[in-house]
């Protein structure tokens, strides 16, 4: 299974970026799927997941209300619409992909897969 993130670059504060995952080399469809970032210096954070059935969301508190998460199926592609960005948002943005696909306690599941990341910063 292989994870690719595409989608970062430089913004301005309060605008809007979109990042993609597509998943190749294995139908993981049904896959519950993750974002995280990670900053310089800090942890890695949990940013936002989907279910297989893409019927139900989970956000981190710091994204809640900016941040949505989305799945193409067909595609084998998940999505993370980011918008009023803020310096804070600056990180590097990792997909994975769990086998659970209900994502049960997603904030706190251990994925099974990762992608490399994709480099978002937001300039003040």
């Known amino acids: 299974v292989q994870l690719q993130a595409s989608g970062g670059g430089l913004v301005q504060a309060g605008g809007s970026l979109r990042l993609s995952c597509a998943a190749s080399?294995?139908?993981?469809?049904?896959?519950?799927k993750g974002w995280f970032r990670q900053a310089p210096g800090k942890e890695r954070e949990f940013v936002a997941a989907i279910t297989g059935s893409g019927f139900t969301t989970y956000y981190g508190d710091s994204v809640k209300g900016r941040f949505t998460m989305s799945r193409d199926n067909g595609k084998n592609t998940v999505y993370l619409q980011m918008g009023s960005l803020e310096p804070e948002d600056t990180a590097v943005y990792y997909c994975?992909?769990?086998?659970?696909?209900?994502?049960?306690?997603?904030?706190?599941?251990?994925?099974?897969?990762w992608g490399q990341g994709t480099l978002v910063t937001v300039s003040s």
């Open positions: 080399g294995r139908t993981i469809s049904s896959y519950g």
């Open positions: 994975a992909a769990s086998v659970w696909s209900s994502l049960p306690d997603a904030h706190n599941l251990r994925f099974d897969y």
